[in-house]
């Protein structure tokens, strides 16, 4: 995204507010169709499959807010790096939770990069530090030409049930 005046910046900011509302009120699920529908990615066709147990009624309550904050930034920061910089034409995006963890991963079909020449400053470094923060993992396999593939696994911890009156 280029921002080149106080008008675009003040615009990013809203859409930015408005996905994380759709998040925060919807869950992960509405947040990441959100993103899809108001982010884009010119010239790469998205995939997104979702199946979350509060989604499919294998769990009573969503996934806490930090895990579907972490999910929703590492899908958006991969994304954007395989727009970016990889140019990729087709990315799939899948969000499986299984009884106890959340598995993410991002594929894509761009030009594919080196990771261990990944500098400290990268998104790679604060994807693997949100997943970390929250006792999760980080792989990257990628190689130059071959695309590049992001897995984020994270324990699935569940929101509580309100406390009775």
């Known amino acids: 995204m280029s921002i080149s005046s106080d008008d675009d910046v003040d615009e990013a ?7 994380a509302a759709v998040l925060d009120e919807q869950g992960l699920t509405a947040g990441l169709h ?3 529908r108001d982010v884009g990615w010119p010239g790469m066709d998205v995939d997104f499959r979702v ?7 294998r ?11 972490a999910v929703f930034w590492i899908v958006q920061e991969a994304l954007d790096n395989a727009g970016d910089h990889a140019r990729a034409r087709q990315a799939t995006v899948t969000v499986e939770e299984t009884a106890d963890a959340l598995a993410v991963e991002i594929a894509d079909d761009g030009a594919g990069f080196d990771p ?21 993992t980080l792989e990257v396999r990628s ?5 590049t593939r992001i897995r984020v696994t994270l324990p699935a911890r569940h929101r509580e049930a309100p406390a009775s009156p």
Do not use: K, N, Y
């Open 34 to 36: 959100a993103l899809a």
């Open 51 to 57: 199946d979350l147990a509060f989604d499919t009624g």
């Open 143 to 147: 190689a130059a030409g071959e695309g």
């Open 116 to 136: 261990a020449a990944v500098t400290p400053g990268s998104g790679l470094v604060g994807m693997e530090e949100r997943a970390r923060l929250l006792d999760g």
């Open 59 to 69: 769990h009573p309550h969503r996934l806490l807010p930090d895990i579907e904050h």
């Open 13 to 19: 900011r809203r859409a930015v507010e408005a996905r």
